[in-house]
């Protein structure tokens, strides 16, 4: 069981930058992939980011490649999205999300986070 708590995000003009965290409980943090999505009202939730166990592989949706960076601190149990360059368009609720198929069915979810984005 993995239990996760996201932070950071909050209100900025578009063209400007926010970093979202996610710390994780439990010692098995280096064993999942992680990711982000994020929904906004009326919409499917959809996948932004994600990153490998050991880091070494990152994943992008289209609409964020360029602008968006995930990393991750094993030792500090934490998962970090960088955003840059954000556009009104990013204003969603952000969530994280460890294992299972990271991509498409995580097995476990945050609570979010709201991010907005204003032009």
């Known amino acids: 069981q993995v239990q996760l708590v996201e932070s950071g995000g909050g209100l900025v003009q578009a063209g400007g930058s926010l970093r979202l965290s996610c710390a994780a409980s439990?010692?098995?943090?280096?064993?999942?992939?992680m990711g982000w999505f994020r929904q906004t009202p009326g919409k499917e939730r959809e996948f932004v980011a994600a990153?490998?166990?050991?880091?070494?592989?990152?994943y992008y949706a289209d609409s964020v490649k360029g602008r968006f960076t995930i990393s991750r601190e094993n030792a500090k149990n934490t998962v970090y999205l960088q955003m840059n360059s954000l556009k009104p368009e990013d204003t969603a609720v952000y969530y994280c999300?460890?294992?299972?198929?990271?991509?498409?069915?995580?097995?476990?979810w945050g609570q979010g986070t709201q991010v907005t984005v204003s032009s």
């Open positions: 990153i490998s166990k050991s880091a070494d592989s990152t």
């Open positions: 999300a460890a294992g299972g198929d990271i991509t498409i069915a995580p097995s476990y």
């Open positions: 439990g010692r098995t943090f280096s064993r999942y992939a």
